[in-house]
């Protein structure tokens, strides 16, 4: 499985910013079989989950809840993070990854150490 994030940039606060990553070696349709999230890293801090899709389900941390949604599109098998009214807080590379199929949804963030394919992050910078 290899995945690849993009999409990040410059963005004022407030303002919005669509993230994609791209998947190859996994159907995203297939979603009984895995796990796909987004994360967020800001150098010297540790890695923040942000998102699940899993089994028919998706999760939010309490963080993105709100603000964040995730789609996929299952033809061109691309994973999205459709982010609105950014915060300066929100400046971080984003990754997506994937795990082992995760029921209930709630166990993608308990079990988030069993995300174990990582693509390369995208930066984005919320910033005025």
């Known amino acids: 499985v290899q995945l690849q994030a993009s999409g990040g940039g410059l963005v004022q606060p407030g303002g919005s910013l669509k993230l994609s990553c791209a998947v190859s070696?996994?159907?995203?349709?297939?979603?009984?079989?895995?796990?796909i999230g987004w994360f967020r890293q800001v150098p010297g801090k540790a890695r923040e989950w942000l998102s699940c899709?899993?089994?028919?389900?998706?999760d939010y941390a309490d963080s993105a809840k709100g603000r964040f949604t995730v789609s996929r599109d299952n033809v061109r098998n691309i994973l999205y993070l459709d982010m609105k009214n950014l915060k300066t807080e929100d400046t971080a590379v984003y990754h997506c990854?994937?795990?082992?199929?995760?029921?209930?949804?709630?166990?993608?963030?308990?079990?988030?150490?069993?995300?174990?394919?990582w693509g390369q992050g995208t930066l984005v910078t919320v910033s005025s």
């Open positions: 899709i899993s089994r028919g389900s998706v």
């Open positions: 990854a994937t795990a082992p199929p995760f029921a209930p949804i709630s166990l993608c963030f308990h079990q988030r150490g069993l995300f174990g394919r």
């Open positions: 070696g996994l159907r995203l349709e297939n979603d009984e079989y895995y796990g």
